[in-house]
């Protein structure tokens, strides 16, 4: 035979190893790769979701800080208020979210890590309110206002009178450093709530937990978490933010970020 006829015919032989498929073990090496690489990559991505989330979280908190500080240079320096006790029920258009509302755009008052059921479902949600037959409050806004700063439901006001109402900057010593605006819890009577009640959080030996059921104390992490370590995104009076453990703000009724009179805890110094 011809050399080169020979040469042709061993180059098409189906048993020629240019012709040779993958073997079953060469499969699954590259499978373990492929898996091993998403391993990887779906935290890192989740990761970096959550971290662009809490961004966007903490920029619509600044926005509404600053809507509160225009409300309050046209209103002689008082604090807007609120109007949704738990349940929702109230005078909606006494709440901040209706009232800041004409200082920035209503946007801002749905948070990026909010998934909430409870809002109207033209906002994202899935248009459940309180009630399981779909009727009842729905949500306003995911973020509350510390009520120590409310007229209307400050325990303050409750114990001592309108008079006494930390309703002013000239009456809190350090703005800065007291919480404003954080987040609400995502389902219960409160999650259609524009404000906790701070002052029930101190009946027991784990206020965390207590707080958990009024407030989202573990929103900036992506699940809930309820331990003194859960952290959350918060907006400051003087209209900066912050993201915080819950023991860094709150550690007792005498010791807390919330109420103006008392001391601060002792890891926030």
């Known amino acids: ?5 020979q040469a042709s015919a061993s180059r098409h032989r189906p048993d020629s190893p240019s012709h040779r498929g ?5 499969i699954l090496v590259v499978l373990g790769v492929i898996i091993a690489l998403m391993g990887i990559a779906i935290p890192t991505l989740r990761s970096a979701r959550l971290v662009s989330l809490n961004t966007l979280d903490r920029s619509q ?3 509404l800080g600053v809507a509160h500080l225009a409300y309050q240079a046209t209103n002689t320096d008082y604090f807007v208020d609120v109007g949704l006790p738990h349940g929702g029920y109230g005078n909606e258009a006494a709440s901040f979210a209706e009232v800041l509302g004409r200082y920035t755009d209503d946007v801002i008052m749905k948070s990026p890590l909010d998934d909430s059921p409870h809002w109207p479902s033209e906002v994202g949600g899935e ?3 309180v009630a399981e037959d779909g009727t009842g409050p729905l949500r306003r806004t995911s973020y509350g206002m510390n009520n120590y700063l409310s007229r209307n439901y400050s325990p303050t006001v409750a114990l001592y009178g309108p008079g006494h109402a930390a309703d002013r900057v000239a009456k809190v010593r350090r703005p800065e450093q007291i919480v404003c605006f954080l987040h609400m819890t995502g389902k219960g009577d409160f999650a259609v709530s524009d ?3 701070i002052e029930s959080w101190d009946a027991g030996d784990e206020p965390w937990r207590l707080a958990s059921r009024q407030v989202a104390i573990s929103a900036a992490e992506g699940d809930e978490v309820v331990d003194a370590l859960a952290t959350s995104n918060y907006g400051m009076l003087d209209g900066s933010t912050t993201t915080a453990y819950f023991s860094d703000l709150y550690e007792s009724a005498q010791r807390n970020a919330f109420d103006p009179t008392v001391p601060l805890p002792d890891s926030s110094g």
């Open 1 to 5: 035979m011809n050399p080169r006829h």
């Open 22 to 26: 993958f073997t079953l073990v060469e």
């Open 61 to 63: 908190l600044r926005q």
């Open 127 to 129: 248009g459940r309110g």
């Open 195 to 197: 404000h906790p009640h």
